[in-house]
Nanobody, 123 residues
Framework: QVQLVESGGRLVQDGDSLRLSCAAS????????VGWFRQTPRKEREFVAA????????NYADSVKGRFTISRDNDKRMVFLEMNSLQVEDTAVYYC????????????????WGQGTQVTVSS
């Protein structure tokens, strides 16, 4: 069992940077790949980024590639999403998820989900 709690979301301006954090509890956290997803009321949950168990491999959605960076600290049971050059289109609730599949882009491959943190980018 893994519990995930996201934090760091807030209102920012177009072009700003923001770092989201995901705190995990549970002994088996290091056995899971972790992903970040986002969702707006008008869209289905969308893949953003994923990182492998050990943190050596990553995967990004084309829309965030070069702007966002995912990382993890297994000793501290933390996963981060560094977001740069934020755009209005990045406005969404961001979710952290953990699952057995590595670097997966589909939500169905993730078993554990946090409650989400709101990121709002204003122009």
């Amino acid at each position: 069992q893994v519990q995930l709690v996201e934090s760091g979301g807030r209102l920012v301006q177009d072009g700003d940077s923001l770092r989201l954090s995901c705190a995990a509890s549970g002994r088996t956290f290091t056995a899971y790949g972790v992903g970040w997803f986002r969702q707006t009321p008008r869209k289905e949950r969308e893949f953003v980024a994923a990182i492998s168990r050990g943190g050596t491999n990553t995967n990004y959605a084309d829309s965030v590639k070069g702007r966002f960076t995912i990382s993890r600290d297994n000793d501290k049971r933390m996963v981060f999403l560094e977001m740069n050059s934020l755009q209005v289109e990045d406005t969404a609730v961001y979710y952290c998820a953990a699952g057995g599949a590595q670097l997966a882009t589909a939500p169905r491959h993730y078993t554990y989900w946090g409650q989400g943190t709101q990121v709002t980018v204003s122009s």
